[in-house]
């Protein structure tokens, strides 16, 4: 009993001794490091030069530094084109858009909020429709360093896209090259001019993958006031049906083709107040429809809506819009 004693006492001085231990310095005598994450690096950035620095090798694909009241906006051409935004007190950077088209122009309406206008070219595939506004905002999201705002301190993204409204002195380019079609339908319409195609009547390679509206080049001759809409590769007449093909005339009528009937030439039917006459006619291998505006003081804006009149991608049609623009403009 009395050997079960001493041997519980020894047993306690050694846990004591443990106990009273301080952990051994390291190889440079310093103490321990920290488990804390390190403070993130800030560095202020006042030229172009200096924000160019902060992307590395990204470097390269910077298109273009604007600089806005102390901060930057870093515009970058890569695989799909983006806005950065640069805090100059800081040189945080913020992502603030993402494009699927090219950026033709951008306005910086305040720090951390823009409003791009695209060319109309897909990124992915060249795929050409009419330009439009995108904006976007991190305002009210991050302070004038580039840190997050605290949940209920900031407001909504403005986000979203805008239509393009050209004058009409403003030449465009859009739709499918390199396609056969044929125009099944063309009429004026209170905003302007509705056009509709279909495939040819030997079937051509109108859904070789999909359709879309023609190659089109739209232009303005402003001493005759006629606003020319050129669909390039497109017939008024369908032509003969090939059997061998595979197209048959159930295949035609549900893709929007007038086959057996041809579209007329001449005058357009139906009325806006805008367009003094109009006029459609085949010029080689182009169909072309001739506009002629009316007179009238204000200036003349147009845009371009394009899509398909059935759920998947066949009949497509173009529609031109016009009007006057505001007295601000």
Known sequence: MKAKQVLCALLAALTLCGCSQKPAPSA???APASSAPAEETRTPVTTEAEV???????????????????DFLVQIDSACPMLDWVYGKSGVR?????????????????????????DG???????????????????????????????GDGHSDVDGRQTYWAPVTESHRLGMEGRQEALSGAQLEVSG????????????DFTAAYCWVPDTDISYDERNRTL?????NTFLDSGELNKESGID????????????????????????????SSYVTQSGNDAVI?????????KLQYTVETGYEGPADTAPYLRLELRKAASWQ
Not at 129 to 151: K, Q
Not at 228 to 232: A, G, I, Q
Not at 290 to 298: D, P, Q, R
């Open 249 to 276: 005339e159930a295949y035609l009528r549900e893709n929007g083709s007038i086959y057996p009937a041809d579209f007329p030439e001449g005058p357009l039917e139906g009325r806006c107040r805008l367009v003094e």
């Open 28 to 30: 440079g005598g310093s």
């Open 228 to 232: 020319t809409v050129t669909c390039h």
């Open 52 to 70: 160019r620095a902060l992307y590395g090798t990204e470097a390269s694909s910077i298109a273009s530094v604007t600089p806005y009241e102390g």
């Open 290 to 298: 001739l506009l002629v505006l009316a007179e009238c003081e204000e």
């Open 193 to 204: 001019l509705s056009l509709s195609f279909g495939p040819l009547a030997d079937g051509s």
């Open 94 to 118: 913020r992502e603030l858009m993402l494009l699927t088209q090219g950026i033709a122009s951008v306005d910086i309406c305040a720090a951390g909020y823009v409003n791009v206008l695209t």
């Open 121 to 151: 070219i897909s990124i992915h595939n060249g795929h050409r429709s009419f330009p439009h506004y995108e904006t976007a905002s991190i305002l009210g999201r991050y302070d004038e360093y580039g840190d997050a705002m605290p949940y």
